[in-house]
């Protein structure tokens, strides 16, 4: 069992399905701080939900990059930390630009509520954001 643990959780790996089983254990946690910053935008400070949603995004993006490079991808010993962390935001930007959209059109051209939207919104961009990271940050093939 120690093995497993071990394995699943502590060891460096470039497996792409440990990578992936990790990258959901951090996205949750991103998605869990993305949420709740969100709903409290909306829900406590009146704040439009388009805003909430890029205020929330980004500020979960700062705990996905370290929670990333630490231990899904393992990149702590990466040269150009300052280049890295660039393009770390400019792959969430873009995923930033896709969640917008989404939500845009699931609220106010689906009728779908505003939460639905946002969560349904963030299991799409995930993989984008998997997927973007992998191969463009860490250069990892897919």
Known sequence: MDKLINKLFRKSTDNIFLQMFRYLFVGTASFLIDFIIYLSLINFLGQNYLISAAIAFFISVLANYYMSTSWVFNQTDRNN???????????????????EILLYAFVDYGNINYIWSKIIASIIVMFWNFTARRVMFYGKKL
């Open 81 to 99: 930390k300052v280049l890295d962390f660039n393009l770390f935001i400019l792959i969430s930007f873009i995923g930033l630009i896709f969640t």
